[in-house]
């Protein structure tokens, strides 16, 4: 199987990419820039997708699986002008590949799109699943849009996935690297009550769940890529504090909400999601319980 990869450089994309590479799969990786270190049996194209003339249909030749991972980090001070980075980098992103491999003689078996747990909004204490109802505000309409995208695909005969990602855990990166910076100063912030609810997954699970959703061809639509056992951010941080020593500060959510705006959603939204299609199929993860993902970070 040949699979390529649109923004295969960041975080989840050079663990998905060397993971692919050593199931035996043809991994093509396509990125804004190239990366110091190219993997062993990985192509690579320098492109940007949002110059959609300059594409070139060489690139999706053999290609079974397309995989967009793309994608500017959330984690920043959402401005009109970020905002609209973040939108386009996504949603113009899909519907510029979309557009183009719509033409192609010989199309992708399955087109695979990141998306996010921020479709959901703001949910208290509601157990969510992909069944539950769209939430309010930028992020959620962000997923929405990005989602849309990418199931055109559909329209040309392309299966398409939409893997709602929640946040990351892993050596090296993702959400944890986010928390830990205060942690290094020897403070735990808990952001509003800690009590809303936090899902989260580890990078080894979701990469399983990425090879998943390329080879299972019953499998399209929406995928909570997320533990089937969220916790409470509260719960979270002290998790860590188990493995790193830091004195807990409590930080307000109207004090979070004025000096970060919307951006304040990201860790103050309450999000009880459930993995619900994946535990239908089976899905086994390695790491379903926050202590054994936390240990195996911490080791």
Same mark, same amino acid.
């Given at each position: 199987?040949?699979?390529?990869?649109?923004?295969?450089?960041?975080?989840?994309?050079?663990?998905?990419?060397?993971?692919?590479?050593?199931?035996?799969?043809?991994?093509?990786?396509?990125?804004?820039?190239?990366?110091?270190?190219?993997?062993?049996?990985?192509?690579?194209?320098?492109?940007?997708?949002?110059?959609?003339?300059?594409?070139?249909?060489?690139?999706?030749?053999?290609?079974?699986?397309?995989?967009?991972?793309?994608?500017?980090?959330?984690?920043?001070?959402?401005?009109?002008?970020?905002?609209?980075?973040?939108?386009?980098?996504?949603?113009?992103?899909?519907?510029?590949?979309?557009?183009?491999?719509?033409?192609?003689?010989?199309?992708?078996?399955?087109?695979?799109?990141?998306?996010?747990?921020?479709?959901?909004?703001?949910?208290?204490?509601?157990?969510?699943?992909?069944?539950?109802?769209?939430?309010?505000?930028?992020?959620?309409?962000?997923?929405?849009?990005?989602?849309?995208?990418?199931?055109?695909?559909?329209?040309?005969?392309?299966?398409?996935?939409?893997?709602? %990602? $929640?946040? @990351? +855990?892993?050596?090296?990166?993702?959400? *944890?690297?986010?928390? =830990?910076?205060?942690?290094? /100063?020897? &403070?735990?912030?808990?952001?509003?009550?800690?009590?809303?609810?936090?899902?989260?997954?580890?990078?080894?699970?979701?990469?399983?769940?990425?090879?998943?959703?390329?080879?299972?061809?019953?499998?399209?639509?929406?995928?909570?890529?997320?533990?089937?056992?969220?916790?409470?951010?509260?719960?979270?941080?002290?998790?860590?504090?188990?493995?790193?020593?830091?004195?807990?500060?409590?930080?307000?959510?109207?004090?979070?909400?004025?000096?970060?705006?919307? %951006? $304040?959603? @990201? +860790?103050?939204?309450?999000?009880?999601? *459930?993995?619900?299609? =994946?535990?239908?199929?089976? /899905?086994? &993860?390695?790491?379903?319980?926050?202590?054994?993902?936390?240990?195996?970070?911490?080791?």
């Amino acid at each position: 199987m040949k699979v390529l990869i649109c923004g295969g450089t960041g975080f989840i994309g050079s663990y998905l990419s060397g993971y692919l590479l050593n199931q035996g799969l043809q991994v093509v990786v396509l990125a804004g820039h190239k990366p110091k270190k190219i993997l062993h049996g990985m192509e690579f194209i320098v492109a940007d997708l949002l110059k959609p003339e300059l594409f070139k249909q060489e690139w999706f030749e053999g290609v079974d699986a397309l995989i967009n991972l793309s994608g500017k980090s959330i984690f920043t001070f959402w401005n009109e002008k970020n905002k609209r980075d973040i939108w386009n980098s996504r949603v113009s992103a899909n519907k510029n590949l979309i557009n183009f491999i719509s033409k192609l003689p010989q199309k992708p078996k399955v087109f695979v799109s990141a998306s996010a747990v921020g479709y959901y909004g703001n949910r208290k204490g509601e157990e969510i699943n992909e069944e539950s109802r769209n939430g309010q505000g930028f992020l959620a309409e962000l997923c929405i849009q990005w989602e849309k995208e990418a199931r055109r695909a559909e329209e040309f005969g392309i299966r398409s996935v939409q893997v709602r %990602t $929640a946040p @990351v +855990i892993g050596k090296g990166g993702g959400f *944890i690297q986010q928390v =830990l910076k205060s942690f290094r /100063f020897g &403070f735990a912030v808990i952001f509003g009550s800690g009590n809303q609810w936090f899902p989260w997954i580890h990078m080894d699970d979701l990469i399983h769940i990425y090879h998943l959703t390329i080879e299972d061809e019953t499998l399209s639509g929406p995928v909570n890529a997320s533990s089937p056992f969220p916790v409470q951010f509260k719960d979270f941080i002290n998790s860590i504090r188990k493995f790193k020593r830091a004195i807990v500060i409590p930080f307000p959510a109207f004090i979070l909400r004025f000096l970060f705006k919307e %951006t $304040a959603d @990201v +860790i103050l939204m309450s999000q009880k999601v *459930i993995p619900e299609r =994946l535990l239908r199929k089976g /899905f086994q &993860f390695y790491y379903p319980h926050l202590r054994d993902a936390l240990k195996e970070i911490f080791s």
